[in-house]
């Protein structure tokens, strides 16, 4: 099996570097999704496009066995810094894994389901595709994501993804102030409520956001402001009772200005990953037998990967989310050292490492007698 990888690797290698070199926002990969469903219909996998109603979403399948695995692929980028993320090793990885099943696919009893997911750094893609029902027949789902070193049980936290926008009042800022209400006094008012509500924050909650808009000229007062803020917590239970307190915030900002607020949810909430035990062993096995050193299991509740929206799909079908390190030399994701690092000697050994392990873990699922049924038995209940 990891033959076919290897013989793949040139391939898989160019597939990775031709995504990077064009890097695409949220529901906008309409190039990355392209080359992938390409890749795919011109090795025999039967590919559908548009799945979902999201035009960068797609599916390529392979054999016909009762077990569904679904090998996820993510290819969006972020604004500016491109593919700080590494989304092209996931993408790569995915493909690779699915080249050296298909053959096996019949012979496994296994159905290969590469599934294309948009918008994972913004728009939940694949909160949409669970609600419409792509993943209704998955029985495990896996994926691979690049950091700078290796964890196998990788944890993250949940997120809600917040637009604020303030509405007040213009007016001339020199002669005639009294007649504004200043919207981006408001944020500030805001910004400084969310500060000192850090202090009492639980473990693991977290807030962080940018001023998205603060006026448009010195001498107007601003009748328009917003904030995008992304709200963190271990689970959904303690991100809801963050959001209660930061909205506090928010509402404190317009009462102490005269001016009024909306709170809008720009992606569906995204859930903390629960990643499955025994995935996560077979997983740490067969890249600890590639020579890879993953993180102490002990360690990896310690370094939580920010947000995904796998981690919607693990609270609905077993998966995994394991993180495939490269040398970053010292850069980590969402730095522009670390997009340069996403198509580098130790990435494209991560792409195909990543697909070899990814594989086998599949077999593996394929051949255990109880696990097979404990997956085939998870979909019959869902």
Known sequence: ????????????????????????????????????????????FDVRTGIAGLPTAFEARYGSG????????????????????GHNIIAASAVGAGLALAPIADELGITVRIIGTPAEETGGGKIVMLER???????????????????????????????????????HAS???????NAADAVIVAQVALALLRQQLSPGQQLHGIVSDGGTAPNIIPARAEM??????????SLDELSVRAEACFAAGALATGCTHDVRTVSPPYTELRPDPWLVDVFREEVVDLGRVPLPVELESTRPLGSTDMGNVTHVLPGIHPVIGL???????????????????????????GAIALARTVIRAALDTDHRTRLLEGVERR
């Open 228 to 237: 995008l803020y992304y709200l963190r917590a271990r689970t959904a239970e």
């Open 327 to 353: 040398d970053s030399r010292g850069a980590v994701t969402h730095q522009p050292e670390f997009a340069a690092a996403a198509v580098s000697e130790s990435a494209d050994v991560a792409v195909v490492d």
């Open 66 to 85: 009762e077990l569904v695995v679904g090998i996820l692929a993510e290819y969006d980028a972020l604004p500016e810094i491109g593919h700080a993320c």
């Open 133 to 171: 029902g792509v993943f209704d027949d998955v029985a495990v789902a896996l994926m691979v994501h690049p950091g700078p070193f290796d964890i196998v049980g990788a944890t993250s936290l949940a997120l809600a993804d917040l637009a604020i926008t303030f509405g007040g009042r213009e007016a």
């Open 175 to 181: 002669a005639a102030p009294e007649f504004g209400r």
């Open 1 to 44: 099996m990891p033959d076919r990888v290897l013989a793949a690797r040139s391939d898989l290698i160019a597939l990775s570097h031709s995504i990077h070199a064009e890097p695409e926002l949220a529901f906008e990969e309409h190039r990355s999704a392209a080359k992938l469903v390409e890749f795919l219909r011109g090795r025999g």
